[in-house]
């Protein structure tokens, strides 16, 4: 039976259905509220607007659960490689060994990228930012691959193209910052392995591949897969709504993600350890500036819109890092800066009341950095990271029957109608 809830605006009744979600979640379906009462929402930020329903990912922030198509990320951490979660958020489902082996051979197929599109990167100013040259190169893959058909193969083939060659983008990205040649993909290496010898290879000194690196580099991309209605994937989800071609779509997200206050917060993780290190900061300073209100400064890497506990990805991120660092016998002092940031924020009264935790730009850095990615390359590893998401929600958003082109509404604050006034008699 559905459930109602009613709103009373002066003398008359309006009632609007509950929409229940699989995990009990619910939502006042206010679709036809303009319709029926003239008025409209307004909530900044969508802090209270679900924007779609979704079977992708499922989120519980009070009590830290993140699932994607139901599976809890821990059993997908620990099981699972980076591939075969792609293909679960794509398609639904987990692949059999036809199906990954099938999708393999097209991620390999895909995985070069036009010899001409080489000749942009090497025109980008050297100091170029990574994450605008590649959001730059996923809108121009549409000039190289201009064929889009709306075939289930052909999607198929848009998609396998898009995470097969964003990788080996980013890969040549940084060949190129450093100078060095480009380092081919390889059909023989899997999906992580081959981004490390891409990255690594290099003609005085080949790369060793090591499974326990590979195996990192799997997780750090699985923790990162999907996160439902984030600022990048509703970006996805907005710029798709127009019908845009999906390299543009994925554009769109890879700008979004940029920004310091989502995925470009693992690139300021780093720099504040190191304002803790090298220039003399305390972490008390950092706590201390955190919480001032007239200083601009955020602890990076601690809060969540959704998570008002520890953030599951953080939690499994940390125990990587003292996993990947004793394995490569390479301790970061930074990580032990991390740590007494962390427990000195989770003991501070500011941090406890207003429920912030380290999220997964907190400890991912330090992993990253272990591998030997550099700092400018970070938030490009959460985008390779990101992709499958933004992906799979674009493609829900396409096959939605309810899919309207994305367009709010405003509450117009300006000045009322005012007469135009020549330039010789203004002030
Ligand atoms: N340090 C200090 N205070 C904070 C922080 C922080 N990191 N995060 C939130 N607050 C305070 C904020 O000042 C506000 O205080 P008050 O209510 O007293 O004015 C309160 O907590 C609520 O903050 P908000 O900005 O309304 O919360 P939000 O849900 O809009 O923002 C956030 C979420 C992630 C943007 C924010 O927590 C933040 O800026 N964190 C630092 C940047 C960061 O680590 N981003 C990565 C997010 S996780 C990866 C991803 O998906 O992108």
Not at 81 to 88: D, G, I, Q, S
Not at 106 to 119: A, G, Q, Y
Not at 173 to 200: E, Q, T, W
Request: charge should be neutral; charged fraction near 25%; glycine fraction near 6%.
């Amino acid at each position: 039976m559905t459930e109602y809830v009613k709103l009373i605006i002066g003398d008359k009744t309006y009632q609007f259905p509950v929409v229940t979600g699989s995990e009990g979640e619910k939502a006042i379906d206010i679709s036809n509220l303009r319709q029926m009462t003239g008025y409209i929402t307004l909530d900044p930020g969508f802090v209270n607007t679900g924007s779609c329903e979704s079977a992708i990912t499922y989120m519980d922030g009070e009590k830290g659960i993140l699932r994607y198509r139901g599976i809890p990320i821990e059993e997908l951490a620990e099981h699972s490689t980076f591939r075969e979660v792609a293909y679960l958020l794509i398609n639904g489902v987990l692949p059999t060994y036809k199906e990954i082996n099938r999708f393999s051979v097209m991620l390999n197929d895909h995985s070069l990228v036009h010899e001409d599109m080489r000749k942009f990167f090497e025109n980008f100013p050297r100091a170029s930012h990574p994450m605008g040259i590649l959001s730059s190169m996923v809108t121009t893959l549409i000039s190289f691959y201009p064929y889009l058909e709306s075939t289930e193969e052909e999607i198929n083939m848009t998609v396998t193209r898009l995470i097969s060659k964003v990788r080996t983008l980013a890969a040549i990205s940084y060949k190129i910052s450093r100078g060095h040649n480009v380092v081919y993909p390889r059909h023989d290496f899997s999906y992580c392995a081959n981004f490390l010898n891409m990255m690594f290879d290099s003609p005085v000194k080949p790369y060793q591949i090591d499974e326990d690196i590979v195996r990192a580099l799997n997780v750090f991309l699985i923790l990162h897969a999907d996160h439902e209605q984030n600022c990048s994937t509703s970006a996805v989800r907005v710029v798709g709504s127009a019908r845009v071609n999906p390299y543009a779509t994925v554009s769109a997200g890879i700008a979004a993600l940029w920004g310091p206050l989502h995925g470009g917060a693992n690139q300021e993780v780093i720099k504040m350890l190191y304002d803790i290190k090298e220039r003399g900061a305390t972490v008390k300073q950092m706590i201390e500036k955190a919480k001032d209100k007239n200083d601009p400064f955020r602890l990076m890497g601690f809060g969540h819109r959704v998570y008002k506990t520890y953030d599951p990805r953080a939690k499994i991120m940390k125990k990587m890092c003292d996993k990947v660092l004793e394995k490569l016998e390479k301790p970061d002092p930074l990580l032990d800066i991390a740590k007494d940031l962390e427990e000195a924020a989770l003991n501070d009264e500011y941090f406890i009341s207003h429920h912030l935790y380290p999220n997964v730009d907190f400890y991912s850095g330090i992993i990253l950095r272990a591998i030997g990615i550099p700092t400018n390359m970070f938030t490009v590893m959460f985008a390779m990271g990101r992709l499958p998401g933004w992906i799979a929600q674009w493609r829900e958003s396409m096959e939605d029957p309810k899919w309207k082109i994305t367009r709010p509404r405003q509450i117009y604050m300006g000045p009322k109608k005012t007469e135009y006034t020549p330039i010789q008699e203004r002030k």
